[in-house]
């Protein structure tokens, strides 16, 4: 079956610093990969998409990565702000299933 | 409107009652979703409508109850749930346009407790 892990479950970095989340997967092939913000007792927000023949994919302060080889998608906030403290979930797409991965809660320390 | 909508937000129901959850959204998704999560954990799909037909039941206990009425609304029903089914349950749609990209907008959810 698919998983999908996120490292650690939470992180603690200082603003302005460079927030970097991974999702790891095993046992699947997505032609994409999804990365959503959920703020607590909110859904989740979709952020960004990136298909498996795209390396890197950029939206404002946000980066993501894929790397089919390792499995592995970075996700990369620049320039953090107290804001952007939250959890980051990475999904991935099989038909019209979504598997989200374990989750990792961010908190960018003012 | 790109929005889901949500009601109630929150909701405490006894083991012997019965009340619904409802979603809607306007936006022309065909395919919406029922999701459950439990605090520091990810959602868990519960139900697919695709089309308004149920395509995906991810073994839920009959104590829930799905249906879709039309394209833009979503329930569940609940009855004779017990007090581990506390949990947000998230509503989601997408537009399953078959162009094999899809993204999903969630509502806010409904919280709910079971006495």
């Known amino acids: 079956s698919q998983k999908i892990e996120q490292n650690s479950e939470a992180l603690n970095i200082q603003e302005g610093k460079t927030a970097t989340l991974t999702c790891n997967y095993t046992?699947?092939?997505?032609?994409?990969l999804q990365w959503y913000r959920q703020d607590p007792g909110r859904g989740p927000v979709f952020l960004l998409l990136?298909?498996?023949?795209?390396k890197e994919k950029r939206k404002e302060r946000l980066k993501v990565t894929f790397d089919t080889t390792l499995k592995q998608s970075l996700f990369h906030i620049t320039a953090s702000q107290p804001a952007d403290s939250a959890t980051y979930l990475c999904a991935l797409v099989s038909g019209n299933q979504f598997y989200f991965g374990t989750g990792t809660s961010l908190t960018v320390i003012p | 409107d790109t929005e889901v909508t949500q009601t109630p937000k929150h909701l405490v129901m006894g083991m012997t009652n019965k009340k619904s959850l409802k979603c809607e959204q306007h936006m022309g998704h065909r395919a919406m979703y029922w999701y459950k999560q439990k605090a520091k954990k990810p959602p868990e799909l519960m139900f697919v409508?695709?089309?308004?037909?149920?395509?995906i039941n991810e073994s839920v206990p009959s104590r829930f109850s799905p249906e879709c009425p039309n394209s833009s609304l979503l329930n569940l029903h609940l009855h004779a749930l017990q007090p581990e089914d506390s949990a947000l349950y998230l509503c989601?749609?997408?537009?399953?346009?078959?162009?094999?990209?899809?993204?999903?907008?969630f509502g806010p959810g409904t919280r709910l407790t079971v006495l």
């Open positions: 989601a749609s997408s537009q399953a346009s078959g162009s094999g990209i899809d993204t999903q907008y």
């Open positions: 046992n699947y092939s997505p032609a994409y």
């Open positions: 409508y695709s089309y308004e037909k149920l395509s």
């Open positions: 990136i298909r498996e023949n795209e």
